[in-house]
T-cell receptor, first 114, second 109 residues
């Protein structure tokens, strides 16, 4: 079956702009989590959505937001982009939220803010 | 929320030797501890995981141990090979799946 798909793969934006990233989970998976990956900081948790509801949110400013649709696809939005937002944004899907579910990652969206 | 610490940040080993990566976590309610391997330019992929009711788990050359009392868990790779070179992330699931900062493992042929 198809894996987790993230679009676009690469994105270049200017400071102050906003951006929307998309994540299509594996079919049947209802949980989608988003992570920011930067060198030296590992995978920092942004938020998790399950059945269209945000279950948890990490320590990121309100400029970072997300949503999940009824088909489990998820989007994250970053407004008023800053240079420090340049990173690889990864989403991960699992069948359910919590428990012992394996999280499957997408290939990520590489965002560069100039 | 859960906080995961991972040490050392970089580990170089001779091919055939063992590599050990150690992690600590903060949330005593965490019950699931996966390890992910990320090769350069690729997505993180699960290599092994352990549940809180198990102390040790092995899968060929890879093993993971968990000490719930001390909130420590470790990844052991034996007989390392060049293809083991990658970044390894430990994670703990409490209210969220939280990751450590990663270890760069370099296997020297």
């Amino acid at each position: 079956k198809a894996g987790v798909t993230q679009t676009p793969r690469y994105l270049i934006k200017t400071r102050g702009q906003q951006v929307t990233l998309s994540c299509s989970p594996i079919s049947g998976h209802r949980s989608v989590s988003w992570y920011q990956q930067t060198p030296g900081q590992g995978l920092q948790f942004l938020f998790e959505y399950f059945s269209e509801t945000q279950r948890n949110k990490g320590n990121f400013p309100g400029r970072f937001s997300g949503r999940q649709f009824s088909n489990s696809r998820s989007e994250m939005n970053v407004s008023t982009l800053e240079l420090g937002d340049s990173a690889l944004y990864l989403c991960a899907s699992s069948r359910n939220s919590g428990g012992f579910e394996e999280a499957f990652f997408g290939q990520g969206t590489r965002l560069t803010v100039v | 929320g859960e906080n995961v610490e991972q040490h050392p940040s970089t580990l170089s080993v001779q091919e055939g030797d063992s590599a050990v990566i150690k992690c600590t976590y903060s949330d005593s309610a965490s019950n699931y501890f996966p390890w992910y391997k990320q090769e350069l330019g690729k997505r993180p992929q699960l290599i092994i995981d352990i549940r809180s009711n198990v102390g040790e788990k092995k899968d060929q050359r890879i093993a993971v141990t968990l000490n719930k009392t001390a909130k420590h868990f470790s990844l052991h790779i034996t007989e390392t090979q060049p293809e083991d070179s990658a970044v390894y992330f430990c994670a703990a699931r409490g209210d969220r799946l939280a990751f450590g900062k990663g270890n760069q493992v370099v296997v020297i042929p």
